[in-house]
């Protein structure tokens, strides 16, 4: 029930995106879209407290494939707020693309 629940907010939040999930996953893959690379993104997302994985924290190896996507987890945060909160964040980094652009070291 819970996860059902979040995954209502993430279809709220960024159903307008390209995601990959499955209804009992607790976590999705959001393809981040150009000019985006899936570590920017991360550091991005960081920089406003939000945490998200990048995808070469799942390759197996050094592949030469990309496919800008981030890993994010719908159950981390303890409540629906905060989870709610998390992904109006990513929306609006997704929907800043100049943002990419800047140093988020």
Same mark, same amino acid.
């Given at each position: 029930?819970?996860? &059902? &629940?979040?995954? #209502? =907010?993430?279809?709220?939040? /960024?159903?307008? @995106?390209?995601?990959?999930?499955?209804?009992?996953?607790?976590?999705?893959? /959001?393809?981040?879209?150009?000019?985006? /690379?899936?570590?920017? @993104?991360?550091?991005? #997302?960081? $920089? #406003?407290?939000? =945490?998200?994985?990048? %995808?070469? %924290?799942?390759?197996?190896?050094?592949?030469?494939?990309?496919?800008?996507?981030?890993?994010?987890?719908?159950?981390?945060? =303890?409540?629906? %707020?905060?989870?709610?909160?998390?992904?109006?964040?990513?929306?609006?980094?997704?929907?800043? $693309? $100049? #943002?990419?652009?800047?140093?988020?070291?």
């Amino acid at each position: 029930t819970e996860i &059902a &629940a979040r995954h #209502a =907010l993430v279809r709220q939040h /960024l159903g307008s @995106f390209e995601l990959e999930t499955a209804p009992d996953a607790p976590f999705l893959w /959001l393809k981040v879209p150009e000019p985006w /690379l899936s570590g920017t @993104f991360k550091a991005a #997302a960081a $920089s #406003a407290n939000v =945490l998200v994985d990048d %995808e070469d %924290e799942f390759k197996t190896g050094r592949s030469g494939k990309v496919s800008h996507r981030v890993r994010i987890g719908i159950t981390n945060p =303890l409540t629906r %707020e905060e989870t709610s909160e998390g992904l109006r964040i990513v929306r609006n980094i997704m929907e800043d $693309s $100049s #943002a990419c652009y800047d140093s988020f070291e």
